[in-house]
C-alpha cells in the first residue's frame, strides 16, 4: 500500500516553456503533499508543503509564481514549472502523507526535468 | 523545526551489520523519527519509523534513547544492494510542521 506515482517520469523542454507535472496517490488519500526539488549529489530540498483544497506554502526563496502548485482532490497535486530557464533543470519528487500518520511521507518515483 | 545531523558516509562489506546514528537535540514531544532509503535517480523508500525505544520490521531496527535526541538505525546483513543514502527525517506532517531533509549518509557496501 502507499504507492505514489509521478508523470512524467522525465521531460525536456525549451527555455521559456511551461511544464506540468502531477503527482498521485494511487491507494490513499493524501490530506497533505509536498514538492521537493534535488540537484546532482544533493539532498532534498523542500519546495512546498500542499493541503487538500487550500494553497500551498512555500519555502523561503521559491517563487510561487514560478512553481505553481494545485492540490485540487485527496489523490492529485500538481506542480507547474512556468518560464522554465535551464537552471530549472532537476530531479523534482512529490511526496504525500496523510493526518494521523505520524510524520511518514511516502514518495513518488520523481520527474527528471531538462530544459534546453 | 528539528535539524538534523549524520555522517556523511559510511563503509561496509558484505554481510556485516551497520549502524547509522542521527543526531536530533530539537525533537519536538509531537515528532516520530523516520528514516527513508534512496537509490540514484528515485525517490525515497520508507524503511522505518519510531517515537522512543526501539522498533524492528523484517528490514532495520530503529533505537532511539530515552531522551529522543538521536537514533540509530541498523542494517542487518548488509548487501550490496544495500548501497544507497540514508536520510533521517524528524516531524510530524499531521500537524504541518515543515520537514527538512539533513545531507543523508551515503552508505557504501563493499564485496
Known amino acids: 500500500g502507499a504507492v505514489v506515482s509521478q508523470h512524467p517520469s522525465w521531460v525536456i523542454c525549451k527555455s521559456g516553456t511551461s511544464v506540468k507535472i502531477e503527482c498521485r496517490s494511487l491507494d490513499f488519500q493524501a490530506t497533505t503533499m509536498f514538492w521537493y526539488r534535488q540537484f546532482p549529489k544533493q539532498s532534498l530540498m523542500l519546495m512546498a508543503t500542499?493541503?487538500?483544497?487550500?494553497?500551498?506554502?512555500?519555502e523561503q526563496g521559491v517563487e510561487k509564481d514560478k512553481f505553481l502548485i494545485n492540490h485540487a482532490s485527496l489523490t492529485l497535486s500538481t506542480l507547474t514549472v512556468t518560464s522554465a530557464h535551464p537552471e530549472d533543470s532537476s530531479f523534482y519528487i512529490c511526496s504525500a502523507s496523510w493526518r494521523g500518520r505520524s510524520g511518514t511521507q511516502y514518495f513518488g518515483p520523481g520527474t527528471r526535468l531538462l530544459v534546453l | 523545526l528539528a535539524k538534523t545531523t549524520q555522517p556523511i558516509s559510511m563503509d561496509s562489506y558484505e554481510g556485516q551489520e551497520v549502524n547509522i546514528t542521527c543526531s536530533h537535540n530539537n525533537i519536538a514531544t509531537n515528532d516520530y523519527i523516520t528514516w527513508y532509503q534512496q537509490f540514484p535517480s528515485q525517490g525515497p523508500r520508507f524503511i522505518i519509523q519510531g517515537y522512543k525505544t526501539k522498533v524492528t520490521n523484517e528490514v532495520a531496527s530503529l533505537f532511539i534513547p530515552a531522551d529522543r535526541k538521536s537514533s540509530t538505525l541498523s542494517l542487518p546483513r548488509v548487501s550490496l544492494s544495500d548501497t544507497a543514502v540514508y536520510y533521517c527525517l524528524v516531524g510530524d506532517s499531521g500537524s504541518a510542521r515543515q520537514l527538512t531533509f539533513g545531507s543523508g549518509t551515503q552508505l557504501t557496501v563493499l564485496p
Open positions: 500542499s493541503n487538500e483544497g487550500s494553497k500551498a506554502t512555500y
